[in-house]
């Protein structure tokens, strides 16, 4: 007989549809096979998060998407950190990504961190670059002084 949960499946996403009950039901599948949920949040300010992901979204919805999944099933957050016209992200989002990882530990098993691999389709994309691996490494210090699993990818 075919073992499902020897495939780990895992979905990804921003969580904007987790509180349609078919997809809570999706969810509760993956978790029964052994699946993961990577929770999409690059930023955690209004305006950094308005830059990256070009859409106005608040804390206080994303943090209750958050943790209706990860009752559901267990749940990483994973965020992408690129520099924007040869800047690296600011310190303050750096601090108030942080700060917010510190709010959520209770509802997530860990953080995972990558940086862009090429410039994005988007009008804007010869303004991204690849952060360095310190920057990475450092921001992943960071969470991990919280007492958070991190990992990250170059």
Do not use: M
């Not at 075919?2 to 349609?20: P, Q, Y």
């Not at 709010?103 to 670059?129: D, H, M």
Request: charged share 15%.
């Amino acid at each position: 007989s075919l073992d499902c949960t020897a495939v780990k499946t895992i979905l990804i996403s921003n969580g904007s549809e987790f509180h349609r009950s078919k997809v809570q039901q999706g969810v509760e599948i993956i978790a029964r096979l052994n699946g993961e949920v990577w929770f999409k949040i690059d930023r955690a300010t209004s305006s950094g998060i308005n830059q990256v992901n070009q859409v106005q979204l608040d804390l206080v919805g994303i943090k209750k998407r958050l943790a209706q999944v990860s009752q559901l099933c267990p749940t990483y957050i994973q965020s992408c950190w690129f520099n924007y016209a040869s800047q690296e992200p600011s310190t303050l989002e750096q601090n108030a990504f942080i700060h917010l990882i510190g709010e959520i530990k209770p509802l997530i098993q860990g953080v995972l961190l990558y940086s862009t691999a090429r410039n994005p389709a988007l009008v804007e994309g010869e303004l991204i670059s690849q952060v360095s691996a310190k920057f990475l490494a450092n921001l992943a210090q960071s969470i991990h002084e919280l007492g958070i699993v991190v990992k990250y990818f170059i």
